[in-house]
Every structure is written in C-alpha cells, then in structure tokens.
C-alpha cells in the first residue's frame, strides 16, 4: 500500500454476501482505476461485518427493536475509528445514520445515499432530465424514506412501487439473503418492467442486494439509466482511498 493511501472502513453484513461482494468490488475497481497491480498498490481496508444486528426494515416499519439496532449500528462504527474514512453497505441501514456518527466520534463517513444522489443530479442536468427517479429497494428504506426524503430536498420528483409490488422486491431482496439468486432474478424482473413501463427513465437501485441480481446474464431494459448505489459509493471509495477526490468533492 502507498503511504498516501488512506485506511478505508468498512461497515458490512448486511447481508453479508453484500459486504463481501463489496471488497471484491473494491479489487476489481482499485485494478482499474488505479492500475493496481500487485500487493501494495491495493487499498487497505477493514471490513466490519456483523450479521447479528437487528432486522433493519422490522424496526423501522413497526418499531421492533430500535434501540438495539442504533446500539450495535453504534458499536459497529465505533470498531472501525482508526480508519481514515468509513462506510456503510447497506441502503436501509443509513437511516440509523445518527448512530453510526455517534460511534465514529468524528471520523469522516461517505455516505451511499449522498454519493448516489450526487451522480443522479448531475445526469438530469445534463440530459435536461425531467421525469420521476424510480427507486427500488428494501422495504425498511422506503418506508423510512431514506431516499425519498433526500431528492425532495434536491427538488427532484420520485416513484416508487406499490405496497404488493414493494413486497415482491423484498422478496427478492431476501431470496438473495437466502442464497437463491437464480429465484431472486425472476421475482425481481416483473417489478424492474413494471417501474419502466409507468414511463421511468432514471432508477435508483437502492439496495445492496440487487446489483448480486442483476449481474451477468440478467438482461437490464434499453432506455433507462440505471444507478446502481453500490457500485457508484465502490467507485467514489477508490477515488477517496486513493486521494482522486474528496468526499466533499464526490457528494456535492
């Protein structure tokens, strides 16, 4: 590793193919965007994964255990203070945001959801987008309106599914969970063709499970700019890591 690197945090686990998935993720784009070609070029980072925190989506769509999640959200951030920068995989775990910054105690965190919303602002202004972003992702994210919230504050319109189609995708979320990607990627599609065929051109792939969906032979329709938040905050972590950019750079 170069000195100049910096020592990249990484909060995981949830789920945990989606942690792992990540650093792999994080090889493959330090390779490419950094021409790493043996040990010492790669990032240093340590990964926090802690599959035992509370289910997300019960606590914040019936309350279930708040105070256990924001305490081991907490004490997940806590572990990972001698890092230079942290964050998070997982969308719906960003609205226990106030926690993790709590355990940081000021170490700096980029956050999945700023990173995303940077990259789908800066495309509607240069294609003079003006439709709905679509988003789709964990059932706790968007009850909890993690994205919502955010491109209401940016001026931007959004849709998102219905309460059934909104399940559907929560089970497909979970099928990944299980292991059944191949079952995931055909409850999934139905959902993906119905948000385009109500005129979305812009969707927000809000969940760290649908980019293990989605890959290789899963055909993604023609048309629709597709964000995909985990690879977009793997991205911006090399170029953080890497001292390409700031956070302040990357987010704004």
């Known amino acids: 590793m170069a000195t100049s690197d910096q020592h990249v945090g990484i909060i995981g686990g949830m789920g945990p193919d989606a942690g792992i998935e990540f650093c792999a993720l994080l090889l493959r784009k330090t390779r490419a965007m950094a021409s790493a070609s043996r040990d010492q070029e790669h990032l240093h980072i340590t990964l926090e994964s802690n599959p035992k925190i509370s289910n997300r989506n019960d606590a914040i769509e019936r309350g279930v255990g708040v105070d256990e999640v924001n305490a081991q959200m907490e004490a997940a951030a806590a572990a990972l203070t001698a890092c230079d920068f942290v964050v998070l995989v997982c969308n719906t775990a960003h609205y226990f945001q106030p926690a993790v910054m709590r355990g940081l105690s000021g170490t700096r965190f980029l956050s999945i959801i700023d990173v995303c919303l940077a990259k789908v602002e800066a ?51 979970y099928l990944v969970k299980q292991g059944k990607v191949e079952e995931a990627r055909v409850a999934f599609k139905p959902v993906l063709d119905l948000m385009v065929s109500e005129g979305v051109k812009t969707i927000i792939l809000g969940c760290t499970e649908i980019p293990i969906i989605i890959r290789e032979n899963f055909k993604l329709p023609e048309g629709v700019a597709f964000f995909d938040s985990c690879d977009l905050l793997a991205d911006a972590v090399v170029r953080v890591a890497k001292n390409m950019s700031t956070i302040e750079e990357i987010t704004s």
Request: one cysteine or more.
């Open 123 to 173: 495309h509607f202004t240069a294609v003079g987008a003006s439709t709905p972003v679509g988003i789709i992702g964990g059932k706790g994210c968007m009850v909890g309106r993690v994205y919502q919230d955010a491109l209401t504050k940016k001026g931007m319109e959004y849709f998102v599914l219905d309460e059934a189609n909104q399940d559907v995708a929560m089970e497909a979320i």
